[in-house]
């Protein structure tokens, strides 16, 4: 055993507890960021749950409007391009309804995502492996 070792067993040991309390502090960082993320996943998912929600609503009502429309044609008080123009705004509101239910699914997968659990085997999928000659 060295009778002098100039300090350097209490350095090494400060060192090792400061890269102890920097990973601490990094790992505390991380976990705030995946929180954050999964928050804003969540509350986009719930806004376009309301989205769809209100399209569905938006679509029944256009198809009412429309057969509205075309039952005045029958009876001669309504143009064949105001009967076109209610079938488009059937069209403009299903078209919304569909942007909807994409960003659901979409949130679903983002949520996932932000948690971890959007990797081949929690999704069930098979991966074959890429083999090299």
Request: a positive charge.
């Amino acid at each position: 055993m060295p009778v002098y070792e100039g300090g350097k067993v209490a350095a090494q040991v400060r060192q090792a507890k400061e890269k102890r309390g920097t990973s601490h502090f990094e790992v505390d960082i991380q976990g705030a960021e995946v929180q954050a993320k999964a928050a804003a996943a969540w509350a986009q998912y719930q806004a376009a749950i309301a989205t769809a929600s209100a399209n569905r609503g938006a679509v029944k009502a256009a198809r009412m409007a429309m057969d509205g429309v075309m039952a005045e044609r029958a009876i001669g008080q309504r143009t064949l391009l105001d009967v076109l123009k209610a079938q488009a705004d059937v069209v403009k509101a299903q078209v919304k309804l569909a942007n909807a239910e994409r960003d659901m699914v979409m949130g679903g997968y983002r949520i996932l995502s932000a948690i971890g659990r959007l990797g081949a085997r929690d999704l069930g999928l098979v991966a074959a492996r890429n083999r090299r000659p």
